[in-house]
């Protein structure tokens, strides 16, 4: 079959027809109005002969007159890849030899350079793609353009979006000419513009229509013609939106903030680590007095903030309290919605979101006690919370007599992680936390932020920073196979390392202390380093190449650490003099805060050792699964919950369609680069409603984290694991974790788009004396590889030259 009618195309016939002609097939069937045409299939693309005959009668049999030629690729007009504006369009043909002219011409565009660059960016077989081409009757329109039935701008799921100008729609989609733009909320009504309010009526009620039969949100193109008649040209999905939080029924919003970028980690998280995440963030919440229920919403971290933000006794704080781990970008949002008079306290308002008295009361008690012992004997506080770490550490480990898949399942569902030790760990860190933030504002007028920051720099007792200068430690010991670990990929390394093919350069001892580690590492099902280490030797490789021993990483660190004991001694001798009692009190909350604040990383660095156990066993009852025809592959039981685990090993349940379906999902949002910091029920990204900041031409504002400035070129990095990093270039990233710090070692300066000052990133950029300006918004996307910029970290400002 090499030709059929438009009208006989449906969306089980996408392989032989693409994606645009089944969704216009559709459209048809559910009578609407759409030019009559005629479908070229992927079979004639497939066998490479434009089938001359059948063409010609369809052609005829629409009136030989002026035509569309569309492509219609079987990976176009998709939920996942809407291909928009990738392959070619020819309007207005007319005659045989043209219609066949342009039908090649759609076929060539499916391996046009754009269109290819679009498949790779979302990981599509090139071999697997058709092309089959549209043929439609010509709409001569007086006005056309594009429906939007969501706002693709600000994510709202009750307005739709539609942008128009008189003549063909190309001008619309192509960006051609300065279009209207309109937006249908409760009211439609034009206010100038090309289009009346009967037509914005007729095209709401006609997203309305699609979306309901499509069941999700869809980008439309439509014309009116000279009399007034609305035609459908496409609809597909939209690709962009956000997903929707959960459905709640309540009359007015609520509000989420994401919780990932805490451990510098926006991509999607697997099934399994979020059902384990999910548990462990709200009862780490709940210990220090503090109820948020986490939601999955794409694959990331979200936490209801409703309650909060409603209850009187909370919203007082909330934007305070962010300002540690969150970070001005999600203070800023906080505040719009505490603005908000949907979500403004009200009479006898809910407490939801209160811990329980005498448990609040018990968390203060206990905060007191270890906040008082850390500040009184840091170096007593310090010792006891790797003595804790080290006995969590063997605690974590399973017994040796779990033999069957089922032992295992037992053994973690039956899991408790004791709270022995819980309090020498959690205190001796919130205690370096508040020392090191509090001091700002009692040297108000005295100090600098930039000052400050140099205080806080070349921290000791990071552990992340030991785990980078052990590497560091690693790579300069390389010797005669320095040429070997700097020519050979990554990869390759890693595999030669697995099997016991590579020579010995030491991996196996940094392995063993920090094998545990891996980059978004609090999720369950990613690799840690010991299973995939070609992360670490590309970091080892970054090592390398530089060349001058003052650019060291541990030179560096040893300058930040004496460049802030003496930036130390001075600001305090200053303080005391201009306020003797907030100098006094500011320079033993510094002191404190040198003692303790590089503690910060060793929590989730304890916490680590019981995940990667649980990681381990999961990964064996995958392999017996796989064994028994239940699982495609054993890390498939990532994308499972411990329940649909159970069910596969006591009723042995086949959940292979569940966890291709779940694979789909994660491979599409892992592509996603930019997460809202803060969403609405309806799906509004809060951010997109603020009030734009003014910014100079080539400069991006954002906050400075860590002082100095720099001026380099850009290297934008996406995934660690395979980055190079030379000497002296800036690093623009969406986030950071710790999985990210060795690339800190040959950077000349950090840039992120989001993070908070004592956050992960900024931390190890200021104990290695690196400038950080964080919060800038689309650095990645306005910043390109190669782009000479300026850092500017007590400004808080990257200038691109």
């Known amino acids: 079959m090499h030709v059929i009618a438009l009208s006989e195309a449906s969306a089980e016939m996408v392989d032989l027809v693409g994606g645009k002609a089944a969704g216009l097939g559709e459209l048809i069937r559910r009578g609407e109005r759409v030019p009559e045409g005629f479908c070229v299939t992927s079979e004639a693309h497939r066998l490479g002969v434009i ?4 063409i010609v009668a369809a052609y005829e049999r629409l009136g030989a007159g002026p035509v569309a030629v569309r492509s219609s690729a079987t990976a176009e007009d998709l939920p996942e890849a809407s291909f928009a504006g990738q392959q070619d369009t020819v309007l207005n043909v007319t005659g045989i030899p043209d219609l066949i002219a342009a039908i090649r011409k759609c076929w060539e565009s499916l391996h046009t350079v754009r269109a290819t660059a679009y498949r790779d960016a979302r990981q599509i077989d090139h071999q697997a793609v058709r092309m089959a081409v549209v043929v439609q009757r010509m709409v001569a329109p007086s006005v056309a353009g594009v429906l939007f039935t969501a706002n693709p701008v600000t994510g709202r799921r009750d307005e739709m979006a539609v942008d128009a100008a008189p003549g063909l729609g190309t001008t619309v989609v192509d960006g051609a000419a300065t279009v209207d733009h309109y937006v249908l909320g409760e009211v439609t ?37 000279g009399d007034g008649v609305l035609w459908l040209l496409q609809s597909r999905p939209i690709t962009s939106l956000f997903p929707l939080p959960p459905e709640t029924g309540e009359p007015l919003p609520r509000v989420y903030l994401e919780f990932g970028h805490v451990q510098g980690m926006l991509q999607p998280v697997t099934p399994m680590g979020m059902s384990t995440l999910q548990s462990h963030i709200a009862a780490m919440l709940a210990s220090l007095g503090v109820r948020v229920e986490i939601v999955d919403i794409g694959g990331r971290l979200y936490g209801d903030l409703t309650e909060l933000a409603r209850r009187r006794s909370s919203r007082k704080r909330l934007v305070k309290l962010m300002a540690v781990d969150f970070g001005p970008r999600a203070q800023a949002v906080m505040q719009h919605v505490l603005a908000d008079p949907r979500f403004a306290p009200t009479k006898g308002s809910t407490e939801r979101g209160a811990a329980p008295g005498a448990a609040s009361l018990r968390t203060a008690g206990r905060a007191v006690v270890g906040i008082l012992r850390a500040l009184a004997r840091p170096d007593a506080a310090r010792i006891r919370m790797f003595q804790a770490i080290e006995e969590m550490k063997v605690r974590s480990a399973a017994p040796a007599d779990l033999r069957t898949a089922a032992d295992r399942l037992r053994f973690l569902q039956a899991r408790e992680d004791s709270e022995d030790g819980a309090d020498a760990i959690m205190w001796p860190i919130v205690t370096g936390m508040l020392a090191a933030a509090l001091p700002a504002s009692l040297l108000k007028g005295v100090a600098s932020p930039d000052e400050i920051h140099t205080v806080l720099g070349g921290m000791p007792h990071n552990v992340t920073i030991e785990m980078n200068l052990a590497l560091w430690r690693l790579a300069q010991g390389a010797g005669e196979h320095r040429q070997l670990l700097l020519d050979t990929p990554p990869e390759e390394l890693a595999t030669r390392y697995l099997r016991r093919t590579l020579p010995d350069v030491g991996m196996d001892g940094f392995l063993d202390a920090y094998g545990h580690r891996g980059v978004a590492e ?14 670490v030797f590309a970091a080892i490789a970054n090592y390398l190449r530089v060349t001058d021993p003052q650019q060291g990483p541990d030179q560096r660190f040893q300058r930040a650490a004496a460049e802030a004991e003496a930036a130390l001694e001075e600001l305090v001798r200053r303080a005391r003099r201009r306020r003797p009692v907030r100098g006094t009190m500011a320079g033993f909350l510094l002191r404190r805060a040198r003692s303790l604040a590089g503690l910060r990383e060793a929590g989730k660095f304890a916490g680590l050792y019981p995940l990667r156990e649980t990681r381990r066993q999961l990964l064996l009852i995958g392999a017996d699964l796989h064994g028994a025809g239940l699982l495609e592959q054993p890390d498939d039981i990532m994308f499972l919950t411990l329940d649909e685990v159970h069910a596969a090993v006591h009723e042995s349940i086949d959940h292979r369609a ?30 997109t409603v603020l009030p734009a900041a003014p910014a100079l031409d080539g400069t991006l504002t954002g906050v400075g984290a860590s002082a100095g400035r720099v001026t380099g070129p850009a290297r934008v990095v996406h995934d660690p694991a395979t980055a190079r990093i030379e000497p002296g270039e800036i690093l623009v990233a969406a986030t950071t974790d710790p999985g990210w710090t060795p690339l800190f070692l040959t950077a000349a300066a950090l840039i992120t788009e989001t993070g908070a000052v004592m956050a992960h990133g900024p931390t190890v950029a200021r104990e290695y004396g690196i400038p950080a300006v964080i919060c800038v918004p689309d650095a990645t996307r306005t910043i390109s590889t190669g782009q000479l910029v300026t850092v500017d970290g007590g400004a808080g400002t990257v200038t691109v030259h």
């Open 51 to 54: 089938p001359q005959a059948e």
């Open 189 to 225: 009504r034009a206010e100038g513009g090309c289009l009346t309010s009967a037509h914005l009526a007729e095209l709401r009620a006609t997203g309305e229509r699609l979306q309901a039969h499509f069941g999700c949100p869809q980008d439309v193109e439509w014309a009116f013609d």
């Open 522 to 535: 609090v999720d369950l099902g990613v690799p840690r380093w010991a299973e995939d280490p070609a992360p």
């Open 658 to 687: 569940t966890v291709a379906a779940r694979r789909a999902v994660h491979r599409r949002e892992l592509r996603r680069r930019a997460v809202p910091v803060a969403l609405l029920s309806d799906g509004t990204d809060v951010e």
